[in-house]
């Protein structure tokens, strides 16, 4: 293996670490549910319950005296895929 073909190996895995970075921030900022059935992403939201909520304090930045104080949700979703029709449920957590 000579110097280009690995400098070339180097760039390749630093792009391919870059992708999945962001592929995995994607997946935590936008939910995204995929059919357990056919693994189609086509899946729409039909329902909800709050299973638990609590208020939380992001910690980091912001003054100490707060009032930045979120509300976090554990949901329960109930799910059905537009692809193959398939109902199913997951479940989720949103701070608001
Ligand atoms: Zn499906």
Excluded: W
């Excluded at 039909?46 to 208020?55: A, E, L, M, N, W």
């Excluded at 949700?73 to 479940?91: A, I, W």
Aim: proline share 3%; net charge positive; with cysteine.
């Amino acid at each position: 293996m000579n110097q280009s073909t690995l400098f070339f190996l180097v760039l390749l895995a630093m792009f391919l670490g870059i992708l999945f970075f962001n592929l995995y921030q994607r997946n935590t900022t936008k939910e995204v549910h995929k059919c357990p059935k056919c693994d189609s992403l086509d899946v729409i939201e039909v329902d909800h319950q709050t299973v638990d909520s609590r208020t939380v304090i992001p910690s980091g930045g912001g003054s100490p005296a707060g009032g930045d104080v979120r509300l976090q949700l554990d949901m329960k979703l109930f799910l059905r895929c537009k692809s193959c029709g398939h109902g199913f449920q997951t479940k989720t957590t949103r701070t608001y």
